[in-house]
């Protein structure tokens, strides 16, 4: 969808354009969409820290993230 809305936006395809770094945050984003839905829908009761375990998973996979697009980064010498 968000590839969607830029083609819109723009008025021509955008992901032959996109950089790796481009689909790797929108994956990332739709990962951690996906988990926060989940928790909405099964509201699972355990907590770690004092937060749910859909949030305590967000946090973890946000820092994965950020160490994957780091590592993007490097690879491609951005």
Do not use: C, E
């Not at 969808?1 to 723009?10: D, H, K, R, T």
């Not at 004092?50 to 973890?60: A, C, E, P, Q």
């Amino acid at each position: 969808m968000l590839f969607l809305l830029a083609v819109v936006i723009s008025g021509k395809a955008v992901l032959p354009d996109a950089q790796a770094s481009d689909i790797y945050l929108a994956g990332l984003g739709v990962l951690l969409t996906s988990v926060y839905a989940a928790g909405l829908i099964f509201r699972p009761k355990r907590q770690v820290w004092r937060m749910g375990i859909d949030s305590f998973t967000v946090l973890v996979l946000y820092a994965l993230g950020v160490g994957g697009l780091l590592a993007i980064s490097n690879i491609h010498g951005g």
